[in-house]
């Protein structure tokens, strides 16, 4: 059997993805300093945040039911072109020199809107892509790994050439990456597995995916994990910039060797995953991520020594990845293919739905009490969501075999829902 490594398609699709995701987070990192730059608020970068993470809320179940029902490669090419457009606006935009903060708002939504779309297709799609089912947990990691490899490569050259050229020269190479993707897309040769056409109405639709994704215990338990995580923990990120500015008394490379921090922690926890067999004992580790996190937060808080806080931030981000890949992992393996683009559209909504709240809560609280004690706040809150999901999500049942995963689960589906009841 061939690995994850040794598919064509998943070689020509990491590929072009490694070039285009080092784009994306030098424009994330860029665009959070140009915002901290021209207010100096806290509660901006909250709204900021707010702004490109609320459209996943709204339109995340539906773009599930579109990858459900629609080619999922065409729906890819579509939705990265719009990214590259946009890029390319916010690039000229800021070139001018006459950026308005209501113009870097709406931009910010507009990418909300296309990644809500996005994000679930892109989820969905690994699997089209593989020559075997059993690779599925191997490619997920690897993806992970990607993401966070240039989660530690984007935000640190983002810092050099904002220091170098301003904020601009990010939101061009951003849109210049796109194309990498783009053609790297063209090449693939991906099979989606056909699910039948559905006459069913859009809602009808939504509420099936819904209530077999709130009737199975695994994937509802999951989701309302990852949903408290994106709300409570991972709003520490918007607040990179007051503690590079005001708490370190930094420049944008500040910036970015902590963001750089996070994704260092986030590509050793990927590689962890990689290198593992099999699904077993993955319900372990989304807890001891969970755990890792909020001790961490709290260590964060609490520092004043930049070192010590690179360390935490390290930390969060492996627990966070370890935390978000393993239940990707598990939910992915379980779910029926019919209805994967629906689940995988609730995972990313649970995520990134309710983050944009937890962002507009952290940056008031911020303004108000300090970066640091805001961070503390939300790692106290993340030690007690992994103490209360601890048992639930520890007695998942992970025994499934590859045969099982092709033929739908068919056999297994009532026993697990026993066991992980």
């Known amino acids: ?52 993470q609320a459209p996943s809320l709204f339109l995340a179940p539906f773009a599930g039911i579109v990858a459900d029902h629609t080619n999922r490669h065409r729906l890819l090419l579509i939705t990265q072109t719009l990214c590259m457009l946009q890029a390319a606006l916010l690039a000229c935009l800021v070139w001018t020199g006459q950026t308005q903060l209501w113009q870097l708002i709406s931009l910010a939504a507009v990418l909300g809107m296309i990644t809500a779309f996005d994000l679930p297709t892109r989820q969905s799609f690994l699997v089209d892509m593989l020559d075997d089912k059993e690779q599925l947990a191997s490619a997920i990691a690897i993806n992970s790994s990607i993401n966070t490899f240039t989660r530690l490569i984007g935000p640190f050259v983002a810092g050099l050439f904002v220091a170098w050229a301003g904020e601009r020269i990010c939101f ?10 783009i053609v790297a897309l063209l090449f693939v040769k991906a099979q989606q597995r056909s699910t039948g056409s559905s006459q069913k109405k859009p809602l009808l639709q939504l509420k ?17 994990l990852l949903a408290l995580i994106g709300m409570f923990t991972m709003p520490f990120t918007i607040l990179m910039p007051a503690f590079a500015k005001d708490v370190f008394h930094g420049n944008a490379s500040t910036l970015g060797f902590l963001t750089g921090a996070a994704g260092a922690g986030s590509l050793v926890a990927a590689l962890f995953l990689t290198s593992r067999k099999g699904t077993g004992e993955l319900s372990k580790w989304i807890i ?26 390290a930390v969060v981000g492996f627990g966070s990845m370890i935390a978000l890949a393993a239940s990707n992992t598990v939910i992915q393996t379980i779910v029926d293919e019919d209805k994967r683009g629906r689940v995988m559209s609730f995972f990313i909504m649970a995520f990134m739905g309710l983050a944009p709240f937890g962002c507009m809560v952290a940056g008031t609280l911020a303004s108000a009490i300090g ?16 103490a209360v999901f601890s048992a639930r999500v520890m007695n998942i049942h992970l025994g499934v075999t590859a045969a099982e995963i092709e033929k739908g689960l068919s056999e297994t589906d009532d026993e697990m829902r026993v066991v992980a009841a």
Not at 1 to 14: I, P, V
Not at 175 to 180: C, G, H, I, L, P
Not at 213 to 224: F, Q
Not at 289 to 309: E, P, R, V
């Open 288 to 313: 001891i991520g969970c755990s890792l996190c909020g001790m961490a937060l709290i260590a964060l808080g609490s520092s004043t020594n930049l070192l010590l806080s690179l360390l935490a931030v």
């Open 371 to 386: 970066p640091g004690k805001t961070v503390i706040v939300n790692g106290i809150f993340t030690l007690i969501i992994a």
């Open 208 to 224: 099936e995916g819904f209530k077999y994704a709130t009737g199975y215990a695994p994937i509802r338990d999951l989701i309302a």
């Open 1 to 52: 059997m061939k690995t994850a490594w040794q598919n064509k398609n998943l070689q020509l699709y990491f590929a072009g993805q490694v070039v285009s995701l080092v784009g994306t987070w030098m424009q994330q990192m860029a665009m959070s300093w140009l915002i901290y730059r021209l207010t100096n608020s806290p509660f901006m970068l909250g709204f900021v945040g707010f702004a490109s």
């Open 172 to 181: 061009l190479v951003n849109a210049v990456s796109y194309v990498a993707v």
